[in-house]
């Protein structure tokens, strides 16, 4: 089980595909509250690794807890997103008729269906709940525009507004920044590390002065295990991260 103040624990997961071994004896543990960004070379597992959590992938061994004591071997992937841990991928997949505003309805909602019984009639606290999600990820003016016609980090941001609706404990954010201006990374980095504390975020991102600017603690994955980790400072000097970088 979990030691005080984990939130995720990884133990020895090995995934194979056809043989090949995505993840090997793989383990990694995140603090509640944490920010933690993964690196590695293309191939590495890190996509696996997502998919374990949110149980789109099964391993063939190990062990994966979340928050005191729920096994999430024992889980399905609805089960997964309803225990707390909630994944972006790495396209946005906003609902473009729809108004920003709609989006975070639906997205609390869970489904149309659900969404179209309860539209326009939010409880209070839900509402207020609602304003401060549009608060923190910048969009306030836009509430009232369709999704459709907002630029490509506006749509980024909105799709973390809509996982933040269902109150995750955990975040996975895979490649937040592809694609994105200078500015528009900067204000990324600026929402994520404001989401830190409250949940845990754990942040797959290919882009390094991005990684700097937000990351306390970086893991980097090489050939599905754990290659090294610490402060973006330590990893970058570590000879093995060196030459793995070099090789690619
Ligand atoms: P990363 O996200 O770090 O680039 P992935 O986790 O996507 O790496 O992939 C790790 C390795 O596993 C890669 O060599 C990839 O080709 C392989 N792999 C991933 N998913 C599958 C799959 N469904 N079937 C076969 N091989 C896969
Ligand atoms: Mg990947």
Same mark, same amino acid.
């Given at each position: ?5 984990? =939130? ?6 090995? +995934?194979?595909?056809? $043989? ?9 543990? =995140?603090?509640?509250?944490? !920010? ?8 590495? &597992? ?5 998919? +374990? ?30 225990? &707390? =841990?909630? /994944? ?30 309860? /539209? ?17 990820? &910048? ?8 999704? $459709? ?22 975040? !996975? ?29 754990? %942040?797959?991102? #290919? ?6 600017? =937000?990351?306390?603690?970086?893991? %980097?994955? #090489?050939?599905?295990? +754990? ?13 093995? +991260? ?7």
């Amino acid at each position: 089980n979990l030691t005080h103040g984990m =939130i995720l624990y990884l133990e020895e997961i090995s +995934v194979s595909f056809d $043989g090949f071994k995505a993840l090997n004896n793989l383990n990694l543990y =995140i603090e509640a509250g944490e !920010l933690r960004c993964i690196i590695g070379p293309n191939g590495a &597992g890190k996509s696996t690794m997502m998919d +374990v959590i949110t149980g789109k992938t099964r391993p063939d061994s190990g062990s994966a807890w979340f928050g005191q004591n729920i096994d999430l071997l024992a889980l399905d992937e609805p089960a997964i997103a309803d225990v &707390g =841990i909630g /994944r972006k991928f790495q396209k946005p997949s906003v609902f473009e008729p729809l108004t920003v505003e709609e989006n975070l309805e639906l997205a609390m909602a869970g489904n149309k269906r659900v969404w179209h019984t309860f /539209r326009g009639r939010l409880s209070g606290e839900e509402r207020d709940y609602l304003d401060q999600v549009l608060l923190l990820i &910048g969009l306030v003016p836009e509430r009232k525009r369709l999704a $459709g016609v907002l630029s490509h980090g506006q749509k980024q941001w909105l799709e973390i507004g809509m996982l933040l609706m269902q109150r995750p404990q955990l975040l !996975l954010v895979d490649e937040p920044v592809a694609g994105m201006t200078h500015q528009e990374m900067e204000r990324t980095a600026e929402l994520l590390t404001s989401l830190a504390g409250e949940h845990s975020v754990v %942040v797959v991102e #290919h882009d390094m002065d991005f990684v700097r600017s =937000i990351a306390k603690r970086v893991t %980097v994955l #090489h050939q599905g295990s +754990v290659l090294a980790e610490g402060s973006m400072a330590q990893v970058q000097s570590d000879p093995r +991260v060196i030459e793995v970088y070099l090789g690619e």
